[in-house]
C-alpha cells in the first residue's frame, strides 16, 4: 500500500471501528495513529491490518480485531512508568502500544518463533522498556502483587482466579474468559485495601491462550 493509502486506511480504522465501539480515550486514539499496525503484520496480510478481522500472524496465531486491542487498551489505562505483564506477546503490536502509553512492559510468547519475530518487529521500531520472555507466562512463578497491569490476549475458559494474586494495589487485569460462541471480556481490579472487583466489560470470542487450563466438563 502507498504511504497515503496507509494513512487513509489508518484514520478510517479509528474512526469508522474503534471510536464507535466506544473507545473515546484519546491516548488510546493518539497510540494507534503513532504505532504503525501494518509494521506488525507479515507482508501478504498488509491490506487486512487496519480491517476489522483477525490478521493471522503465523503458527496458527492472529492478532486481536483491532476494536478488542483498542477497548483493552481503553478499560487498562496503563500509566506511565507502570508495570505490565503480557501474557501472548503474538505480533508485538499490543507489546509496542503498551510501552507508547508509558508501560514497562514484561512480555511472555508461548512459540518461540512469534517471539524473535515480535523482538526483531520491536527492535525496528526502536521501542523501548519492553522485555520479552519465551516461555509460559501463565505458570512462570512471578512473584504476587508485581504488576500495575495484566493483559492477557486469548482467551481462558474459565476464570484464572490465580491471576489475581501478581496484581499490586490499584492494578488492572483484562482477560476473555468462557468458551464459544460467545465470552467475555472482563477487567479486574485490587483496591487499595486488596479488595477485588469483577467488571463484564462486552461479549466477544477470542482464540485459547496456550497452556490455558481447561475446565472439566461432566460427562454422562
Same mark, same amino acid.
Given at each position: 500500500?502507498? @504511504?497515503?493509502?496507509? =494513512?487513509?486506511?489508518?484514520?478510517?480504522?479509528?474512526?469508522?471501528?474503534?471510536?464507535? #465501539?466506544?473507545?473515546?480515550?484519546?491516548?488510546?486514539?493518539?497510540?494507534?495513529?503513532?504505532? +504503525?499496525? =501494518?509494521?506488525?503484520?507479515?507482508?501478504?496480510?498488509?491490506?487486512?491490518?487496519?480491517?476489522?478481522?483477525?490478521?493471522?500472524?503465523?503458527?496458527?496465531?492472529? /492478532? /486481536?480485531? +483491532?476494536?478488542?486491542?483498542?477497548?483493552?487498551?481503553?478499560?487498562?489505562?496503563?500509566? +506511565?512508568?507502570?508495570?505490565?505483564?503480557?501474557?501472548?506477546? !503474538?505480533?508485538?503490536?499490543?507489546?509496542?502500544?503498551?510501552?507508547?502509553? !508509558?508501560?514497562?512492559?514484561?512480555?511472555?510468547?508461548?512459540?518461540?518463533?512469534?517471539?524473535?519475530?515480535?523482538?526483531?518487529?520491536?527492535? @525496528?521500531?526502536?521501542?523501548?522498556?519492553? =522485555?520479552?520472555?519465551?516461555?509460559?507466562?501463565?505458570?512462570?512463578?512471578?512473584?504476587?502483587?508485581?504488576?500495575?497491569?495484566?493483559?492477557?490476549?486469548?482467551?481462558?475458559?474459565?476464570?484464572? %482466579?490465580?491471576?489475581?494474586?501478581? $496484581?499490586?494495589?490499584?492494578?488492572?487485569?483484562?482477560?476473555? *474468559?468462557? =468458551?464459544?460462541?460467545?465470552?467475555?471480556?472482563?477487567? *479486574?481490579?485490587?483496591?487499595? &485495601?486488596?479488595?477485588? #472487583?469483577?467488571?463484564? $466489560?462486552? &461479549?466477544?470470542?477470542?482464540?485459547?491462550?496456550? %497452556?490455558?487450563?481447561?475446565?472439566?466438563?461432566?460427562?454422562?
Amino acid at each position: 500500500m502507498l @504511504a497515503n493509502d496507509l =494513512e487513509t486506511a489508518r484514520f478510517n480504522m479509528i474512526a469508522q471501528q474503534i471510536r464507535p #465501539w466506544e473507545v473515546i480515550d484519546e491516548r488510546v486514539l493518539g497510540t494507534y495513529e503513532a504505532v +504503525p499496525r =501494518e509494521h506488525f503484520v507479515d507482508d501478504g496480510y498488509k491490506g487486512l491490518a487496519f480491517a476489522d478481522v483477525a490478521v493471522p500472524i503465523g503458527e496458527d496465531q492472529q /492478532m /486481536m480485531k +483491532p476494536v478488542q486491542e483498542a477497548r483493552m487498551l481503553q478499560a487498562l489505562n496503563i500509566q +506511565p512508568g507502570e508495570s505490565v505483564l503480557e501474557i501472548g506477546t !503474538g505480533s508485538g503490536f499490543l507489546t509496542a502500544c503498551m510501552a507508547h502509553l !508509558g508501560g514497562i512492559v514484561t512480555s511472555y510468547e508461548f512459540r518461540p518463533v512469534l517471539s524473535q519475530r515480535a523482538a526483531e518487529r520491536l527492535q @525496528a521500531l526502536k521501542v523501548q522498556h519492553v =522485555e520479552l520472555v519465551s516461555g509460559d507466562g501463565l505458570h512462570a512463578g512471578l512473584a504476587p502483587n508485581s504488576f500495575q497491569v495484566i493483559a492477557v490476549t486469548g482467551s481462558l475458559p474459565s476464570y484464572p %482466579k490465580f491471576l489475581e494474586d501478581l $496484581l499490586a494495589p490499584g492494578g488492572r487485569l483484562f482477560v476473555v *474468559v468462557g =468458551e464459544g460462541p460467545v465470552m467475555n471480556a472482563m477487567l *479486574v481490579t485490587r483496591s487499595a &485495601e486488596g479488595e477485588i #472487583w469483577k467488571e463484564k $466489560l462486552f &461479549e466477544t470470542v477470542l482464540p485459547p491462550l496456550d %497452556k490455558a487450563p481447561q475446565p472439566s466438563h461432566f460427562v454422562f
